[in-house]
T-cell receptor
Framework: GAVVSQHPSWVICKSGTSVKIECRSL??????MFWYRQFPKQSLMLMAT?????????EQGVEKDKFLINHASLTLSTLTVTSAHPEDSSFYIC???????????FGPGTRLTVT | DAKTTQPPSMDCAEGRAANLPCNHS???????VYWYRQIHSQGPQYIIH???NNETNEMASLIITEDRKSSTLILPHATLRDTAVYYC??????????FGKGTLLTVNP
C-alpha cells in the first residue's frame, strides 16, 4: 500500500511555455501533499505544502505565481510551472501523507527539461 | 527540524549488515527520527521512523540511543539493490521533512 504516482515521468518544453505535473495517491487518501525540487547532485528541497481544498503554503524563495499548485481532491495534486525557463529544469518530486506528521510516500519524480 | 550529521559515504559487502549512523544532538522531545533512501533518479523511499524506542520492520531496524542524540539504521543483509543515498531526518513535528546530504551507501559484490 501507499503508492504515489506522477505523470509525466519526463517532459521537455520550450522556454516560455507552461507545464503541468500530476501527483496521485493511488491507494490512500492524502491529507497533505508536498512538492520538492532536486537539482543534479543536490538534495531535495521542499517547495510547497498543499492540503485538499485550501491554498498551498510555499517555502521561502519559491515564487507562488510561477509554481501553481492545485490540490483538487484527496488523491490528486498538480504543479504547474508557468513561463518555464531553462533554470527551471530539474527533477520534481511529490509526496503524500495520510496524516499530519506521518511518514511521507514519494512519487517516482518528473524530470523537466526546458530548452 | 533538528540538524543531522551523516557520513558522506559508506561501503558494505553484499550479505553483510549495513550500519548507517546519524547524529542529531539538537533533537527536541517531540521530534521523530525518519530514515528515507533514494536510489539514483528515483523518488525517495520511506524506510522507518521512531521516537524513543527501537523499531524494526521488514526493511530495517532503527536503534535510537537513550539520550536520543544519535541513531543507527541497520540493514541486516545488504544486497546490491540497497545501494542508494540514505537520509536521516530529525523532525516532522510540523509535518515537514528537511533533507540533508545523506550517506551514499555502496553495496559491493
Amino acid at each position: 500500500g501507499a503508492v504515489v504516482s506522477q505523470h509525466p515521468s519526463w517532459v521537455i518544453c520550450k522556454s516560455g511555455t507552461s507545464v503541468k505535473i500530476e501527483c496521485r495517491s493511488l491507494d490512500f487518501q492524502a491529507t497533505t501533499m508536498f512538492w520538492y525540487r532536486q537539482f543534479p547532485k543536490q538534495s531535495l528541497m521542499l517547495m510547497a505544502t498543499s492540503n485538499e481544498g485550501s491554498k498551498a503554503t510555499y517555502e521561502q524563495g519559491v515564487e507562488k505565481d510561477k509554481f501553481l499548485i492545485n490540490h483538487a481532491s484527496l488523491t490528486l495534486s498538480t504543479l504547474t510551472v508557468t513561463s518555464a525557463h531553462p533554470e527551471d529544469s530539474s527533477f520534481y518530486i511529490c509526496s503524500a501523507t495520510k496524516d499530519r506528521g506521518a511518514e511521507q510516500y514519494f512519487g517516482p519524480g518528473t524530470r523537466l527539461t526546458v530548452t | 527540524d533538528a540538524k543531522t550529521t551523516q557520513p558522506p559515504s559508506m561501503d558494505c559487502a553484499e550479505g553483510r549488515a549495513a550500519n548507517l549512523p546519524c547524529n542529531h544532538s539538537t533533537i527536541s522531545g517531540n521530534e521523530y527520527v525518519y530514515w528515507y533512501r533514494q536510489i539514483h533518479s528515483q523518488g525517495p523511499q520511506y524506510i522507518i521512523h521512531g521516537l524513543k524506542n527501537n523499531e524494526t520492520n521488514e526493511m530495517a531496524s532503527l536503534i535510537i540511543t537513550e539520550d536520543r542524540k544519535s541513531s543507527t539504521l541497520i540493514l541486516p543483509h545488504a544486497t546490491l539493490r540497497d545501494t542508494a543515498v540514505y537520509y536521516c531526518i530529525a523532525g516532522g513535528s510540523n509535518y515537514k521533512l528537511t533533507f540533508g546530504k545523506g550517506t551514499l551507501l555502496t553495496v559491493n559484490p
